[in-house]
């Protein structure tokens, strides 16, 4: 049995390293809009989640803008605290920053006063993932209990190309993914 600790620890390590070896100019032109194939599949109206990126991670606030344009309310997890399960708040203006303030997490979140949003279509965070939708994220299981109580539309990882694996420690709590979506590659839908 893979010991999934130590496979989250190599996999943060390599997507580090991938990261850090992308010029900044060509990263910052990565992840701007999601890819036609994709944005077909996503109905007018429908709102959309995105996570604040933390360092390492794909760029996922660039999607909440370019939906946002495109006219679709924007929810990004909230946390009470620590212990609390995740929720969704809109972002009222993902251009602005200043409406987010520290998550427990270290990363970015609503206000509490934030209108509780529930997602039609959700954007993951991941440490890896397989080609047919199976996803490995930080062990504390927010994202699969919530994609499990209540399925959107659609799931969708964000990933480098080093992300990739051809198997992964998959359990049955584990929530599959629809689509995942590479710089170079989108893969599904499953």
Same mark, same amino acid.
């Given at each position: 049995m893979i010991d999934k600790k130590l496979?989250?620890?190599?996999?943060?390590?390599?997507?580090a390293e991938h990261v850090a070896a992308i010029p900044a100019g060509q990263r910052a032109l990565l992840f701007r809009r999601p890819p036609a194939p994709l944005v077909e599949l996503i109905p007018d109206g429908a709102v959309i989640s995105v996570y604040h990126e933390m360092p390492g991670e794909v760029p996922a606030t660039n999607y909440a803008?370019?939906?946002?344009?495109?006219?679709?309310? *924007?929810?990004?997890? +909230?946390f009470?605290?620590?212990?609390?399960?995740?929720?969704f708040r809109e972002w009222t203006n993902p251009f602005v920053e200043d409406l987010l303030v520290p998550d427990p997490f270290k990363a970015r979140q609503p206000a509490d006063d934030a209108p509780a949003l529930i997602p039609d279509v959700v954007f993951c965070p991941l440490l890896g993932f397989t080609g047919n939708g199976g996803r490995i994220g930080y062990g504390a299981g927010h994202y699969d209990r919530w994609l499990t109580a209540?399925?959107?539309?659609?799931? *969708?990882?964000?990933? +480098?190309?080093?992300?990739?694996?051809?198997?992964l420690p998959i359990e049955p709590h584990d929530a599959p993914l629809d689509l995942i979506v590479?710089?170079?590659?989108l893969y599904g839908p499953f």
């Open positions: 496979l989250r620890a190599e996999l943060k390590h390599r997507r803008r370019w939906f946002f344009e495109a006219g679709h309310r *924007i929810a990004i997890p +909230w009470a605290d620590r212990a609390a399960s995740m929720d209540r399925p959107p539309r659609l799931a *969708i990882g964000l990933a +480098w190309d080093c992300q990739f694996e051809e198997d590479t710089p170079t590659r």
